[in-house]
């Protein structure tokens, strides 16, 4: 098998690499002898007729004239919408990605009639009003919206699966790597798998077979995609050593050679930890891969990904400072790795090639590899990576031999229009839109003095074409780009989503210990023994290592959302934790739940005796409805109201675990466990949420909303419960795992199973988040906890 492998990887470099030398020096020539300049001036000069507007006074009074902002993606779609440029802009995208991605022939009836059906599809997506709060992120871009869409399609656990992945990969991309990049990378390569499955899915497909071949496409498309933060630019940057990267090489080459996973082996040094995650992720990759697809196929594509791992390993290993590399040394890789990267994606699913899709695929990846590396080249200058950019900036003055980068970045596009595409002028179109609007973010991003020293360097010694070229970036419109929008949003969201759950993690320590420090009850000079016994059992509950999730969020909403005086609002806090400490109290008593350990140490009855528990819940909870009582900066009729809701809310869960154990040894429906767990966790959220509310005295219609919220997210968090009392560690947990079990108690695990309950805490995620678009304020912190309810370990 390994000889196999290895025959297969040789000859298909061969192969690869043969054909790359002759595309470069079809390049070369058109450099040389310009060509390609000809043949483009023409090209641009039939492109322009639909780019170049005149001038119309009448635009200056016109309101929906005056361009939106990429960055605000819904006005910028309704500005689209409203000037009638939406069908055109989605045309194009859409026409690039079946060019780019799935290598199609834009001459195709077939493809012009999928292009026009997508571009439909997405275009009533767009156009779906966003909610109240929504202004920034669409909701296909969020967990929900993806979470719906599994739904769709009946594949909701590879989407659960695939959300502890990403999360975990967030979790481990060091400083150093840009972890927004690498986590785009990766979700780009999945999607991208995904719709070359949904292209090979006929109308006729049945749903059971969809959702098979969809399913193993999210999971393909995860394996394949990990190798990008994970190979690609972990070897790229600066965090393994020179002998690490060469170590962690060898592997990759022998694994993609023998067709089997090699062991780690000896490994030492800061990054052991790191490479022994990386490790073993590859590997479950790399067996989910060779378990997929029949030898033939899987052969082809680890040959594939070797030719793609061997052009980028030469790549990587010049150095920027060595001023003897040739031209072909140069742009033969960079024409390999964009060639195979994309051939892989299709390779990975064993999909069948359109006539003429390897010869496409071929010559178009250099074109995007070429962009890609124009936009790049200040913060490769700054890495020491080589390009055909940062090469040329670097040594051309003293090597006149080198060929422009920039001009064969054109040549590469006359190549693609008049012999790949056959001068078809959608082809043409596309490909022009796509190369100015690369010019024209530059321009925006680089400002408009760096950008002409750039263009003196790059475009000096062609003159005439540059001219032509400049005028189009200053007065072309109509070339933005869907994909750019997507890519230029989720590396905003990615980067706000960082800081919100910096934010909320900071917030969650800052007020935990705040919290923490105004607990404990204290014992005056001169009182009875007794009451001394009963404030130590009360503080010996307190002080175990709890969450404090509610009087955070009380804190939380009451200061940071409703501008409450943090001191004011104490009292209530108290009041929360000291409610829902007594009601563990009771909950781990004999007579009810029989629990052993609660917060990490012993329970108050194994301490102590289930009398003194119980007194201490009774103390505990009368010392709550004080400390509401307390809150004397706000009006007595306000206060008031408090108290009643939160009297009404204390009555309702003693209601739920009364539910709770009645339900011992039954058979629950999905129904009666949704009542259970809001009486028993759902209500405690909600009066969080709606108490310092009431104190803020907001409208009726948000507290209504955070109700929603609050009865979601409380199902959801009893949900999680449950699987971690099947999955958890117990260190983590704090308490034994299989209590429910042990207790003959009826949970959502117990009912659905585990695939099944998780299914439900993700339905419920996605109602809580429903319910928070609804509310006229975008609370970032509410989200991260709504991720933190789903996504926690204990």
């Keep these: 098998m390994k000889e196999n492998f290895e025959n297969t990887a040789a000859r298909e470099y061969r192969k690869a690499e043969l054909k790359a030398v002759s595309y470069y020096t079809a390049l070369y020539n058109q450099v040389i002898d310009k060509s390609y300049i000809s043949n483009l001036t023409h090209d641009i000069q039939l492109w322009k007729k639909n780019h170049l507007k005149r001038w119309n006074g009448l635009s200056l009074f016109s309101r929906s004239s005056r361009k939106q902002e990429h960055r605000d993606f819904y006005r910028y779609i309704q500005w689209l919408n409203v000037t009638g440029k939406l069908e055109g802009y989605l045309d194009r995208s859409i026409s690039y990605i079946y060019m780019r991605d799935l290598g199609k022939d834009l001459q195709s009836d077939e493809t012009q009639k999928r292009i026009r059906r997508t571009a439909d599809d997405v275009s009533r997506l767009l156009l779906k009003p966003p909610s109240r709060n929504q202004a920034v992120q669409p909701e296909f871009m969020n967990l929900a919206g993806a979470y719906r869409w599994a739904q769709k399609e009946g594949i909701e656990a590879a989407i659960i699966w695939l959300f502890k992945k990403l ?25 991208g798998v995904v719709l070359h499955v949904t292209e090979e899915l006929g109308e ?21 995609g990990l190798t990008y933060p994970f190979v690609d630019d972990l070897l790229d940057s600066q965090i393994l050593t020179s002998a690490e990267k060469e170590q962690y090489s060898a592997l990759i080459r022998t694994a993609l050679l023998s067709g089997e996973v090699p062991e780690l082996g000896v490994w030492s040094g800061e990054n052991t930890e790191l490479i022994r995650y990386i490790h073993a992720e590859l590997s479950e990759a790399f067996l989910y891969i060779s378990g ?60 069948p090639e359109d006539e003429g899709f390897e010869e496409r695929t071929f010559y178009f990846g250099i074109y995007n590899q070429l962009a890609d590396d124009f936009a790049d080249m200040e913060q490769d200058l700054k890495d020491g990576a080589v390009t055909p950019y940062t090469y040329y900036l670097q040594h051309h003055l003293q090597r006149p031999d080198l060929i422009n980068p920039f001009e064969v970045y054109w040549a590469v596009i006359s190549n693609l229009i008049h012999t790949v595409y056959h001068s078809d002028p959608r082809a043409r179109e596309v490909i022009l839109d796509r190369a100015v609007n690369g010019l024209k973010r530059y321009k925006e991003r680089a400002g408009a003095v760096k950008y002409k020293e750039t263009m003196m360097i790059f475009a000096g010694g062609i003159p005439e074409f540059n001219r032509v070229l400049q005028k189009m970036v200053r007065k072309a419109d109509d070339v933005d780009f869907f994909d750019k929008l997507l890519r230029d949003g989720m590396i905003e969201q990615l980067r706000k989503d960082a800081a919100d759950q910096e934010a909320f993690s900071q917030s969650f320590q800052h007020v935990r210990t705040l919290i923490n420090n105004e607990l404990l009850f204290s014992a005056e000079a001169g009182i009875p023994a007794i009451q001394d016994r009963l404030i130590h059992a009360a503080n010996y ?94 009006k007595p009729e306000t206060v008031l109201a408090l108290i009643r809701y939160s009297a009404e809310k204390a009555a309702d869960m003693c209601m739920g675990q009364m539910m709770d154990l009645d339900a011992k040894g039954q058979a629950l429906t999905l129904e009666q466990l949704d009542r259970i767990s809001f009486y028993k966790t759902g209500i405690a959220f909600e009066a969080c949420l709606v108490m310092p509310a009431m104190l803020a005295e907001v409208e009726e219609e948000e507290i209504a909303a955070l109700k929603r919220y609050a009865y979601h997210m409380g199902i959801a968090f009893q949900i999680r419960d449950d699987l971690l009392d099947v999955e958890g560690d117990t260190e983590v947990l704090g308490k034994p795992a299989g209590n429910d079990a042990a207790n003959n108690q009826s949970n959502f695990v117990s009912i659905l199973g585990v695939e099944g309950a998780g299914k439900e805490m993700w339905r419920h995620y996605c109602q809580a988040s429903d319910a928070l678009q609804e509310i006229p304020r975008d609370i970032p912190f509410l989200k991260h906890l709504l991720h933190y309810v789903v996504n926690r370990e204990r």
Excluded: C
């Design 541 to 634: 509950s307190l002080e175990g290592d709890g969450k404090r999730v509610r009087p955070i969020l009380t804190w939380v909403m009451g200061v940071n959302e409703y501008g409450l005086d943090g001191q004011d609002i104490l009292p209530l806090l108290r009041s929360l934790e000291y409610m829902h400490t007594a009601s563990l109290i009771f909950d781990d008593l004999p007579s009810q739940d029989n629990a052993a350990k609660r917060r990490g140490r012993e329970t108050l009855h194994q301490v102590h005796s289930s009398a003194v528990a119980e007194l201490t819940g009774l103390y505990m909870i009368q010392q709550a409805t004080f400390q509401q009582a307390s809150l004397n900066r706000f």
């Design 292 to 351: 997929y697809r029949e030898t033939d196929i899987r052969q082809r594509f680890f040959a594939q990904s070797y030719v793609f791992f061997q052009a980028q390993d030469i790549d990587r290993v010049k150095a920027l400072d060595y001023g003897g590399y040739t031209n072909e040394e140069l742009y033969v890789p960079v024409i390999l790795k964009s060639s195979s990267s994309r051939l892989i994606a299709r390779s990975v699913i064993g999909a």
């Design 167 to 191: 999360r975990a990969v967030a979790g481990h991309i060091p400083e150093g790597m840009s972890a927004e990049h690498a986590q785009r990378k990766l979700i780009k390569i999945i999607v």
């Design 204 to 224: 006729d497909t049945a749903p059971e077979e969809r959702s098979r071949r969809l399913d193993a496409a999210v999971r393909l498309g995860y394996s394949y």
